[in-house]
């Protein structure tokens, strides 16, 4: 038999959780369609870019947001077969979770949440494109996040000195 804690939480505990996932910007583009799909293609080249941004909602909600933008481009006769952009967003839910806590949670926790909801509509739209699905790999945001973090460090450390 398995015991089931049914304590309430006294109102100082921490609280974390995920309340929403929604879609705030969507778009693909298949330009050269049908054409692209007639002829021969090569390997394509996949261009991308994925950045995160947050902001408060109000004292207990932060929106977490993930911006992925593709491109790919046939190799062989160097035309752009599509173009997709996602934006998608969480909203979380967070109470009494102390200050040292907050920045790794919004740059790591919650976009590893949303990440797998991205790649899923990413690989659904290029798919529902026409193309072989495009998978996006794994993303590290705890080691992204520490990059950031010492990237910042050195621009404040160079604007020191050049003061």
Request: proline letters at 6%; charged letters at 20%; aromatic letters at 8%.
């Given at each position: 038999m398995t015991d089931i804690d049914t304590t309430t939480p006294d109102e100082n505990t921490?609280?974390?959780?995920?309340?929403k996932l929604y879609t705030r910007d969507i778009s693909f583009e298949n330009?050269?369609?049908?054409?692209?799909?007639?002829?021969?293609?090569?390997?394509?080249?996949?261009?991308?870019?994925?950045?995160?941004k947050n902001r408060q909602i109000d004292a207990e909600h932060c929106e977490v947001?993930?911006?992925v933008s593709?491109?790919?481009?046939?190799?062989?006769?160097?035309?752009?077969?599509?173009?997709?952009?996602?934006?998608?967003?969480?909203?979380?839910?967070?109470?009494?979770?102390?200050?040292?806590?907050?920045?790794?949670?919004?740059?790591?926790?919650?976009?590893?949440?949303?990440?797998?909801?991205v790649r899923q509509l990413i690989s659904q739209l290029t798919g529902d494109g026409g193309?072989?699905?495009?998978?996006?790999?794994?993303?590290n945001f705890s080691a992204a996040f520490e990059h950031n973090r010492q990237q910042i460090a050195a621009q404040e450390k160079a604007a020191e000195t050049t003061h």
């Amino acid at each position: 038999m398995t015991d089931i804690d049914t304590t309430t939480p006294d109102e100082n505990t921490p609280v974390f959780s995920l309340q929403k996932l929604y879609t705030r910007d969507i778009s693909f583009e298949n330009p050269n369609a049908p054409f692209v799909f007639a002829g021969s293609m090569g390997q394509p080249k996949i261009d991308m870019n994925l950045s995160t941004k947050n902001r408060q909602i109000d004292a207990e909600h932060c929106e977490v947001t993930i911006k992925v933008s593709a491109q790919a481009h046939d190799t062989e006769n160097d035309k752009l077969l599509f173009e997709v952009e996602v934006e998608y967003a969480g909203l979380f839910y967070m109470k009494n979770i102390p200050e040292e806590h907050l920045e790794i949670l919004l740059g790591v926790d919650c976009p590893a949440t949303i990440f797998p909801y991205v790649r899923q509509l990413i690989s659904q739209l290029t798919g529902d494109g026409g193309f072989i699905p495009l998978m996006l790999d794994p993303v590290n945001f705890s080691a992204a996040f520490e990059h950031n973090r010492q990237q910042i460090a050195a621009q404040e450390k160079a604007a020191e000195t050049t003061h």
